[in-house]
């Protein structure tokens, strides 16, 4: 089940960095090695692991500027990182969760703990993907429903309304030509990064995957219930797209004249409405700047920093954004935030 999770570790003690992937790669993780922090970001240029173990005191670039980098660098905002330290007090632990670290591990390392630990904030990462992805099929379920019987015309106004959510709608005759898009779905399709339109037909870069695509599309036409999802790479790298394919036929007798087709940039980082912020979650105005800036990876001091406040002040705006939000962790709460224009669809 882990065969496709890639954990980045970084630890300059080699033989603890050896015994450490030894252990995740025998639990079937994907393991990249780094033997300091100069290395751990040449390789942060080319992958986009997981989650992320690093070592705080090493030579050179140490962990806290690992993570700083990370957090600056965009597009990691929500990989787990977990410090490993013989540091254990609480101002060291203080420091590392402001700086965004979303747990610590004190070494000699405890494998039991160790394994129990990344299982764990991997699946916070997948429990809030899988919630966006039925976030979405709910929304569009509804759309379908007020629109039955119609032709596909009357689907044009839902299905451009659904770009304020960041959702891309594509829908698609029988013969597998793209008869609309809106603008979100032309933005992720003309990108050009592993999915795109054809001579009128929407197409995926990986074989295997515009198979499945394509059985799911003819499925569609015939099933009311269907829960496929085709995930799409990112030729550069990064995170996939995500197709979504619900089923909407209603009757044995109702056979749909198009269906639709969500697509899902799981990428998006800085495109959240602060408005659907306060909208959803009842913030003020200083607590959705902090949002905002959470989520365009500025670290507490960067935004005490812009903001012009005190880290403190900062502080407090995070525990308040963690009560409305019913999170508890800088982590959870990025990936909470980074969900909400698929759960806005719904509200």
């Not at 990249?32 to 090493?58: F, W, Y």
């Not at 429903?145 to 709608?169: C, H, I, M, P, Q």
């Not at 594509?170 to 609309?180: A, I, M, P, W």
Request: aromatic residues 6%.
């Amino acid at each position: 089940m882990n065969a496709q999770r890639t954990i980045l570790c970084i630890e300059d003690e080699d033989d603890l960095r050896g015994d450490i992937a030894e252990e995740l790669s025998a639990a079937d993780y994907h393991v990249l090695q780094a033997s300091d922090g100069k290395q751990a970001l040449a390789i942060l240029n080319e992958h986009r692991p997981d989650l992320v173990l690093c070592d705080i005191t090493m030579p050179g670039l140490g962990g806290y500027d690992v993570l700083k980098a990370m957090r600056e660098k965009g597009g990691f905002g929500d990989v787990p990182f977990i410090f490993l330290t013989a540091l254990a007090d609480r101002n060291d632990v203080l420091i590392g969760k402001q700086a965004g670290a979303d747990d610590y591990l004190v070494k000699p390392i405890d494998y039991e703990i160790l394994l129990a630990t990344i299982a764990a904030r991997l699946n916070q990462v997948a429990r809030v993907q899988t919630g966006a992805v039925e976030r979405a099929e709910e929304a569009w379920q509804e759309v379908l429903n007020t629109s039955r019987g119609r032709t596909v015309e009357a689907l044009y106004k839902a299905t451009f309304a659904f770009d304020r959510f960041l959702v891309g709608v594509v829908v698609v005759d029988e013969t597998g030509n793209v008869r609309l898009m809106n603008k979100e779905a032309e933005r992720i399709v003309g990108e050009n990064e592993g999915i795109g339109v054809v001579g009128g037909i929407l197409k995926g870069a990986v074989p295997k995957q515009n198979t499945k695509l394509h059985e799911g599309l003819k499925k569609a036409f015939e099933e009311a219930y269907l829960d496929e999802i085709v995930s799409f790479p990112r030729q550069s790298g990064g995170r996939p797209y995500l197709v979504l394919i619900p089923g909407q036929r209603f009757t044995p007798e109702e056979k749909p004249e198009a269906v639709v087709l969500l697509l899902i940039d799981t990428e998006q980082r800085t495109k959240v409405s602060g408005d659907t912020l306060v909208r959803l979650y009842n913030l003020t105005p200083a607590e959705t700047r902090v949002a905002l800036m959470l989520i365009d990876g500025k670290r507490l001091d960067q935004i005490a920093e812009e903001c012009e406040i005190a880290q403190t002040t900062v502080v407090f705006h995070l525990k308040n954004l963690f009560r409305k939000t019913d999170t508890n962790r800088q982590a959870d709460l990025i990936r909470v935030l980074l969900s909400v224009p698929l759960r806005s669809a719904v509200s």
